[in-house]
């Protein structure tokens, strides 16, 4: 087996379910440890670990709410302490909801600002204050739709934006000291939160099918090999990236 991401550490945010799920576990077969955090989902989290460690990869899960600096700091110190220096971040926790414009509060706001993007910079911060760090990867979660710029998405589709400008802006920060700051910009996918919301199976699934070139919905699993590969010494060259997993949807 092709084991890239040997002696490597990474903590996938959000990682009980969906695509945080999905790639914790390719990073792991790639030979990484992998801490999978999660906020409420207990159960979702030790599935994703027993998963990992049946095919022989190691993991741990760590409940941290990403909005919270005590929260990422505690996540960063129990990694340490199992697995050594964090190199690998995926920044995969988020929430959406869609709504037309005249719709959004401020609770929504909230929520997702928050969350996006304020927890993607916490943990940012956190992977880049370890001053014995070598050589790491950033890989945020984004969306096709930054570019697509769906109807009813004002609001999640706008965070997503801000995590792009963070991405490219940390990646020049962060590159004196060889660390690497990308993103994966999916596209609308069969996930556990677009089924929670209804989406799967609704006519806007639909429409977002017949807007997709390859002509299907993502899946968890179509991540996690990018993801790899942005990890990688493969990808040593490729940093301020925002790379479209997304069936050709822009
Ligand atoms: N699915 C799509 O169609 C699609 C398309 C483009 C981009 N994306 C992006 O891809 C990523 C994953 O999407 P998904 O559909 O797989 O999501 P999902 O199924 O809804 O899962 C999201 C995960 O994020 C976690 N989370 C939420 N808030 C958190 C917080 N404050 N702290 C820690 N964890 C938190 C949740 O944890 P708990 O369950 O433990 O509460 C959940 O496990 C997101 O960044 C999303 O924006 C998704």
């Known amino acids: 087996m092709d084991t890239p991401l040997q002696n490597r550490t990474a903590i996938v945010t959000g990682?009980?379910?969906?695509?945080g799920a999905g790639i914790a576990t390719a990073l792991a077969a790639a030979g990484a440890r992998v801490v999978v955090n999660y906020r409420s989902d207990t159960t979702g989290a030790d599935r994703v670990v027993k998963q990992i460690t049946a095919a022989g990869g190691?993991?741990?899960?760590?409940?941290?709410?990403v909005r919270r600096r005590d929260d990422v700091a505690v996540l960063?110190?129990?990694a340490r302490k199992a697995f050594g220096p964090v190199d690998i971040l995926v920044n995969n926790a988020a929430v959406y909801a869609f709504g037309p414009l005249?719709?959004?509060?401020?609770?929504?706001?909230r929520e997702q600002i928050d969350t996006?993007?304020?927890?993607?910079?916490?943990t940012m911060q956190a992977l880049a204050a370890q001053d014995d760090l070598g050589e790491a990867s950033i890989i945020n979660l984004s969306t096709a739709g930054t570019a697509s710029?769906?109807?009813y998405s004002a609001l999640y589709v706008a965070t997503k934006s801000a995590v792009n400008s963070a991405t490219l802006i940390a990646a020049k920060e962060l590159a004196p000291r060889g660390i690497r700051?990308?993103?994966?910009?999916?596209?609308?996918?069969?996930?556990?939160?677009?089924r929670a919301m209804g989406f799967i199976g609704s006519p806007m699934a639909d429409a977002a099918i017949a807007?997709?070139?390859?002509?299907?919905?993502?899946?968890?699993?179509?991540?996690?090999?990018?993801?790899?590969?942005?990890a990688s010494p493969a990808a040593r060259w490729v940093t301020g990236d925002i790379l479209f997993a997304s069936g050709g949807q822009r």
Request: glycine content about 8%.
């Open 149 to 151: 710029h769906p109807l």
């Open 181 to 194: 700051v990308n993103a994966i910009a999916p596209s609308v996918s069969d996930t556990d939160g677009t």
């Open 116 to 122: 996006n993007l304020w927890g993607t910079l916490l």
């Open 58 to 65: 190691t993991a741990l899960a760590v409940a941290a709410d």
């Open 211 to 230: 807007d997709i070139p390859l002509g299907r919905l993502g899946t968890p699993d179509d991540y996690g090999p990018v993801a790899v590969f942005l």
């Open 76 to 78: 960063f110190a129990a």
């Open 102 to 109: 005249t719709a959004i509060t401020e609770d929504d706001y």
């Open 15 to 19: 990682a009980a379910k969906g695509i």
